[in-house]
């Protein structure tokens, strides 16, 4: 393994100043240490595409930029690296994580095919890429090949593997605990609740015919430990987008509730999709957002979450019903029927305590197809 310490202070010294990106857990010692180097700057953007458009910046401003995310994400960010830092000539240097590497560490099935195609997609981009290696005595010899990268105005990637890089595993990033608006500041009374009390709550005051999606992450796989249900779809991958994924379902099945599970870190990296939502106004949609603060299942590093008003944030959307849940209570009372409205339900929870949820029993494909048969089976 290398060092995350050693690894920066040679980025560094060959001019990296700015890093911006996302968590993944084979990236959490690295990130833990750049923000804890006050040195370095450190944005923990909403998608990897904001990455790209933050380090390409801060070049143009004198300071090389590195970017940091899990390949899954890769495809965010083909747009601003196809038509921003090669339109305009700008160097980065990209560490993106290798999660389903072919004949790697198994692995979630939502990395598969981006695992396998995570190469030649860098290739087909134009952007020179070797392994980040895990011997510190090869790490100058990659450096070089980096600096020329950014000399000749091209970015260039690093694919990290697992346990390449070592250090501090524990959370780093402590973000805002107030709005940092004047004019909507957010409301922190009350305790976060525990979340999977919120999930039991939601799932008890659920009709027989609502249809539930569930972001990815832990709150899928916690909903399924709970109590598996074939009306219930969690979702893998595709982060951000399970309010839109519910708005094409609710428009397609209009007398149906459909209730989405969605998370801070999850709803800001899509925050459009709250203006599509709103404008669309599917009266049978429920959008509730369990705000912890932090992206849990990628090592519980934290949002920005808590310096956005995110209620006003769906109000100012076009979301007719918006509504703070600061108890189980509160949150029952928020589910029962009322007249059909669009609705969004904003409720703190804590991280997760344990940290251990089992894997889902069925594949993704077995869970969409009984979602669908229930669908069928299930008249609204």
């Not at 100058?140 to 600096?147: I, N, Q």
């Not at 909507?184 to 999930?199: F, I, N, Q, S």
């Not at 832990?218 to 916690?222: E, H, I, Q």
């Not at 509160?330 to 009372?333: F, G, Y």
């Given at each position: 393994?290398?060092?995350a310490?050693?690894l ?6 060959i001019?990296?100043?700015v890093f911006?990106g996302l968590?993944?857990s084979?990236?959490t010692?690295?990130i ?12 923990g ?9 933050v380090?390409s ?18 495809g965010?960010?083909?747009?601003p690296l196809t038509?921003?830092?090669a339109t ?19 692995d ?6 981006m695992?396998?195609?995570?190469p030649q997609l860098l290739?087909?981009?134009?952007i020179?890429?070797?392994?980040l290696p895990?011997e510190e005595s090869?790490l ?8 020329a ?5 091209r970015?260039y990637?690093?694919?990290v593997?697992?346990?390449s890089?070592?250090?501090?595993a524990?959370?780093?990033h ?5 709005s940092?608006?004047?004019h ?16 039991r ?5 659920l009709?027989?015919?609502d249809?539930?999606l569930?972001?990815?992450g ?5 909903l399924?430990a709970?109590d598996?249900?074939p009306s219930q ?17 609710a428009?397609?099945q ?5 209730v989405?599970l969605d998370g801070?870190g999850?709803l800001?990296?899509r925050?459009g999709a ?10 049978n ?10 992206h849990d299942?990628?090592?519980a590093?934290?949002?920005v979450s808590?310096s956005v ?5 769906a109000?100012?959307s ?11 209570a509160?949150?029952?009372?928020a ?9 969004f339900?904003?409720?703190r929870?804590?991280?997760r ?7 889902p029993k069925?594949?993704?494909p077995?869970v969409?197809?009984?979602f669908?048969?229930w669908l069928?089976?299930?008249p609204?």
């Open positions: 393994m290398i060092e310490r050693v920066t202070e040679k980025l560094a010294s001019g990296f100043g911006a968590p993944c084979y990236l010692p690295l833990n240490t750049v923000i804890a180097d006050p040195d370095i700057d450190y944005v953007v909403a998608n990897e595409g904001d990455a790209v458009a380090a910046g801060a070049a143009l401003g004198g300071k090389l930029g590195v970017v940091l995310f899990q390949n899954s994400g890769l965010n960010a083909v747009s038509s921003l830092t305009f000539r700008i160097p980065l240097l990209v560490l993106v994580t290798w999660r389903g590497q072919p004949g790697g560490p198994a979630e099935p939502q990395h598969g095919l695992g396998s195609i995570t290739e087909l981009m134009e020179p890429w070797e392994t895990s090869r100058d010899e990659v450096l070089a090949r980096v600096a990268a950014m000399r000749e105005g970015p990637a690093l694919i593997e697992k346990g890089i070592a250090g501090d524990s959370p780093g402590h973000a805002a605990n107030a940092r608006s004047p909507t500041p957010v409301p922190r009374d009350g305790v976060p609740l525990d979340p999977d009390d919120v999930l709550t939601i799932q008890s005051g009709a027989e015919r249809a539930v569930a972001t990815t832990f709150t899928g796989r916690a399924e709970l598996d249900r779809l969690y979702m893998v991958g595709s982060m951000g987008c399970a309010s839109s994924l519910g708005l094409g379902l428009k397609a209009p007398s149906r509730r459909v989405v801070d999850a800001l990296m925050m709250l203006a599509t939502i709103g404008f669309e106004q599917p009266p949609l429920l959008h509730i957002v369990l705000d912890n603060g932090v299942s990628t090592g590093q934290a949002t808590p008003d995110l209620p006003g944030l109000h100012a076009g979301y007719p019903r918006v509504h703070s849940v600061g108890s189980l509160e949150l029952s009372e589910l029962e029927s009322g007249p059909p409205e669009l609705t339900l904003h409720v929870t804590l991280p305590a344990d940290r251990k949820l089992p894997r069925l594949a993704p077995q969409a197809e009984r669908r048969t069928a089976d299930q609204a």
